[in-house]
């Protein structure tokens, strides 16, 4: 099955520094790849995501990158404010099952 | 509903007890996921329904868990003589289409076996 890795585990950064964090996957088929936010204790909320069929995508301060042959995509957060704080998840899915596969998550604290 | 619902919002069980967990996804969406997510860690796949069938359940951990969606809308999870590893956040989600498109995740069941 889909095995996806996400790294750092933790990333500390200053208030208006950027913030990069990068994701591998394991399964040439997968083809949707989102990224949710979850702060501590709440649900995870979609802020990106990113189809095979394009390389990048921007949303205001946030973007995300996906490269198809090295099987690997990241999340740009430019400007980061203190509300950035939160864990934020990478994921796979359109592989073998139906299924989301998540990565282990990083831990994004802004220092203001 | 305007988002998932997912009852009870914390769980107390000791360990043997049965437990069953509720979720109402977004009207309409075909496609309902339960997850499991231990404390520190990301969500883990349980299972998927498209509209009532089951199509996957290679996540569930064990026979003593087991999920329905009779009527292709509310899905319970049951969890029979829980465990301490049992205890997690077990999340729902929902999509509109088939498959894992753009999910809608609930709050979260948490629960704790003593």
Redesign the interface.
Known sequence: GENVEQHPSTLSVQEGDSAVIKCTYSDSASNYFPWYKQELGKRPQLIIDIRSNVGEKKDQRIAVTLNKTAKHFSLHITETQPEDSAVYFCAASGGAGNMLTFGGGTRLMVKP | GAG?SQSPRYKVAKRGQDVALRCDPISGHV?L?W?QQAL??????LT?F?NEAQ??K??LPSDRFFAERPEGSVSTLKIQRTQQEDSAVY?CASSLN???????????SRLTVL
């Open positions: 998932v496609s996921f997850y520190g860690q990301g969500p883990e796949f998927y498209q199509l996957d290679s996540g999340l088939s498959g894992a498109n753009v999910l809608t995740f609930g709050a979260g």
